[in-house]
């Protein structure tokens, strides 16, 4: 069946410093890879978007990675900020609807 | 620009109730997402609308989930009766149908189910 993983252990990292969270899949050949930022009590919120035949991603501070042979996504944050902390949730398409991933809590402490 | 307007906020009821929540989506925006999130998990697709068809519902727990979207805006999701399992956020999102701009999601619904 199809899985994705990501690291449900939170992401504890000092003011500045970069971020690397990671999305794994099994069982998936998507053609696009989203990340979301949720806050609590709110809805997620669409940050980047990349292709399969695209590597790298870039917006701002964020980075994405995506490499189709690992089945795996990689969400850079650089210079973070306190403002950052949230749950990072990866999104895979699956037959032009996308099945999203628990998330990563973020918490940049100053 | 207005975003997804959801209501009510919160929810409390008894287990066998019934309940019904309401989406607004974003005005021009023809594909309607309803997703469940239990608490620690990400969202699940629970049906998906394009304008007043249903695309998908194949996750829609149909003896007691249903959901409608008449005329094409807003849309009503209703649990009858409602179970224990069912206590989890009900997010609403739309998009205008290319990937490229992701989905709006609106604040979403509490469920507690008591």
């Known amino acids: 069946s199809q899985k994705i993983e990501q690291n449900s252990e939170a992401l504890n990292i000092q003011e500045g410093k970069t971020a690397t969270l990671t999305c794994n899949y099994t069982n998936y050949s998507p053609a696009y890879l989203q990340w979301y930022r949720q806050d609590p009590g709110r809805g997620p919120v669409f940050l980047l978007l990349?292709?399969?035949?695209?590597k790298e991603k870039r917006k701002e501070r964020l980075k994405v990675t995506f490499d189709t042979t690992l089945k795996q996504s990689l969400f850079h944050i650089t210079a973070s900020q306190p403002a950052d902390s949230a749950t990072y949730l990866c999104a895979l398409d699956s037959w032009g609807k996308f099945q999203f991933g628990a998330g990563t809590q973020v918490v940049v402490t100053p | 620009e207005a975003g997804v307007a959801q209501s009510p906020r919160y929810k409390i009821i008894e287990k066998r109730q019934s309940v019904a929540f309401w989406c607004n989506p974003i005005s021009g925006h023809a594909t309607l997402y309803w997703y469940q999130q239990i608490l620690g998990q990400g969202p699940k697709l629970l049906i998906q609308?394009?304008?007043?068809?249903?695309?998908?519902d194949s996750q829609l727990p149909k003896d007691r989930f249903s959901a409608e979207r008449l005329k094409g805006v807003d849309s009503t999701l209703k649990i009858q009766p409602a179970k224990l399992e069912d206590s989890a956020v009900y997010l609403c999102a739309s998009s205008l149908g290319d990937v490229i701009y992701g989905y709006t999601f609106g604040s979403g619904t509490r469920l507690t189910v008591v």
């Open positions: 990349i292709r399969e035949n695209e």
């Open positions: 609308f394009q304008n007043n068809g249903v695309v998908d």
